[in-house]
């Protein structure tokens, strides 16, 4: 009987490695302010996962001095309360005045931004009102916002306006109001681009009222990638690996041909971590004790014939 081979020209074939989530959190431990103060840029080392870049946050349309150190904290915010006044608010929004901070997915990633969560705090002429807004819709409108968890202190108005609720109470120095909890949604799903975010505040009760915040952190899912380049792949000539998962980091290739010549062992970023060559035996041993648990792909090679399978270290 003649064994029909099937071959099947891919000029990109791209592997879907699973999601994973994340968090990514901002303490602003560099801020110096007073006759040492680093500026309106953040210079504290951004926050590091792997597959996404976080940018420095920055200060738009404020004086060039932060007023305290270990936060991200400015004053001469728009004016528009009364001290003592808990109903009556005249200002609005200042388009011009924000904190900024940008995300971007790398190395074939796609990201989905679930939540923001910040810390923050007013001095006693402060702002009373903030919110957050997104590239995504060219910050028309302010993202969703809600309190978690639940503060008595601080509330959510109409147009998704945190409210810090009692002028009465001001807080220690240096202490901070949690609970500024942000749910971006569909329009911040799926990236695959660079996002900006922009805090804004208002309704101070003076120009010298400041607004600060603190231990910003981003949580949610991103999804890698591997992309396999100008592949001729053999869909006969498969193989299997065994154990799988591996809980150890050793595994056997059993293949159905003897001429493959090399064997590559890939990470989830498309990064060769190990690699044999050579004329391959049907059964080949993998040690792959010195990487760490995760998904690998392991792809054998024959003249222009490719095979590939997937490969999962879990100890």
Do not use: C
Not at 104 to 109: A, Q, R, W
Request: hydrophobic fraction near 35%; charged fraction near 15%; glycine fraction near 8%.
């Amino acid at each position: 009987m003649i064994k029909k081979l099937f071959f099947a020209v891919l000029t990109i074939v791209t592997l879907h490695t699973g999601a994973q989530n994340f968090s990514a959190m901002y303490p602003f431990t560099g801020v110096q302010s007073g006759t040492a103060n680093t500026g309106t840029v953040d210079p504290t080392p951004t926050p590091s996962v792997n597959g996404l870049s976080f940018g420095s946050f920055s200060a738009i349309g404020t004086p060039s001095i932060p007023n305290s150190s270990g936060a991200f904290v400015f004053d001469t915010w728009g004016t528009g309360a009364t001290n003592g006044n808990d109903v009556s608010f005249t200002g609005a929004l200042d388009v011009g005045k924000y904190y900024e901070v940008n995300v971007t997915p790398v190395n074939n990633t796609t990201m989905t931004i679930n939540s923001i969560t910040f810390n923050m705090a007013r001095s006693s002429t402060g702002p009373r009102h903030w919110g957050v807004r997104g590239s995504a819709d060219t910050y028309s409108v302010n993202l969703p916002a809600s309190i978690n968890p639940a503060n008595a202190n601080l509330s959510v108005q109409f147009g998704d306006r945190f409210f810090w609720s009692l002028d009465s109470y001001t807080i220690a120095s240096g202490k901070q109001e949690r609970g500024s909890y942000i749910t971006p949604g569909a329009l911040y799903a799926n990236l695959t681009s660079s996002v900006s975010f922009r805090f804004y505040a208002w309704d101070a009760e003076s120009l010298a009222g400041s607004y600060r915040v603190d231990t910003v952190t981003f949580n949610g899912v991103l999804t890698l990638y591997v992309g396999l380049n100008k592949v001729t792949q053999d869909l006969n000539s498969q193989f299997k690996i065994y154990p799988n998962p591996s809980n150890d980091g050793m595994a056997t290739i059993e293949v159905t041909k003897t001429n493959f010549s090399k064997v590559e062992v890939i990470n989830i970023l498309g990064t060769i971590v190990a690699t044999q060559n050579g004329i391959l035996n049907d059964k080949i041993k993998l040690d792959l004790t010195a990487l760490p648990e995760g998904t690998y792909f392991v792809r054998i090679t024959s003249d222009d014939k490719i095979a590939t399978e997937k490969l999962i270290i879990s100890r």
